[in-house]
T-cell receptor, first 113, second 113 residues
């Protein structure tokens, strides 16, 4: 079984400040972890993934995420937020042997000018 | 490069009418294909996935069906729409091998009146 939780429905941050969007997961095997972003009325866009290797993963648009095995977390981060980062962010997890990722409910990120 | 096309982008249908949403992928072979529905509350619900032609798994019993008549074509259908079928429908693909992320189409917004 696999599951993912995004504990915050919404995150507010001022432009220029660092941002964190939280994600915790549960899988029975090795976790494949993903972050996606969705702008209004658009499909999801892939940001970054962790499969193996370095715990800090860098992705598109200056985003990064840190895999923490002991805390079963994969939080999304960015050192300096932009207003254009405002969107809906989804964390997803997949057991290595599965075809199907499980998505979190999404976190709405609002960056204030 | 790979691309995914999904249409129509928007449609308004009366209750009881049929539905056909189409998704095609270019630039890859034997992809895994997925249909998701995103209701107003934001979460993604997996409806169907397919690992090959005429190999389709249904995740949720419902008023919808899916078909994969060709390797890179995935069709979502209904014979009689219900009000509850309204939502944002997303098609996605993943490479058959490896750890790959999903690539999403731009979505089809269905309103059933």
């Amino acid at each position: 079984a696999q599951s993912v939780a995004q504990p915050e429905d919404q995150v507010n941050v001022a432009e220029g400040n660092p941002l964190t969007v939280k994600c915790t997961y549960s899988v029975s095997g090795n976790p494949y972890l993903f972050w996606y972003v969705q702008y209004p009325n658009r499909g999801l866009q892939f940001l970054l993934k962790y499969i193996t290797g370095d715990n800090l993963v860098k992705g598109s648009y200056g985003f990064e995420a840190e895999f923490n095995k002991s805390q079963t977390s994969f939080h999304l981060k960015k050192p300096s937020a932009l207003v254009s980062d405002s969107a809906l962010y989804f964390c997803a997890v997949r057991d290595g042997g599965s075809y199907i990722p499980t998505f979190g409910r999404g976190t709405s990120l609002i960056v204030h000018p | 490069s790979q691309t995914i096309h999904q249409w129509p982008a928007t449609l308004v249908q009366p209750v009881g009418s049929p539905l056909s949403l189409e998704c095609t992928v270019e630039g890859t072979s034997n992809p895994n294909l997925y249909w998701y529905r995103q209701a107003a509350g934001r979460g993604l619900q997996l409806l169907f996935y397919s690992i090959g032609i005429d190999q389709i798994s249904s995740e949720v019993p419902q008023n919808l069906s899916a078909s994969r008549p060709q390797d890179r074509q995935f069709i979502l259908s209904s014979k009689k729409l219900l009000l509850s079928d309204s939502g944002f429908y997303l098609c996605a693909w993943k490479g058959a091998a490896g750890s790959g992320e999903l690539f999403f189409g731009e979505g089809s917004r269905l309103t059933v009146l």
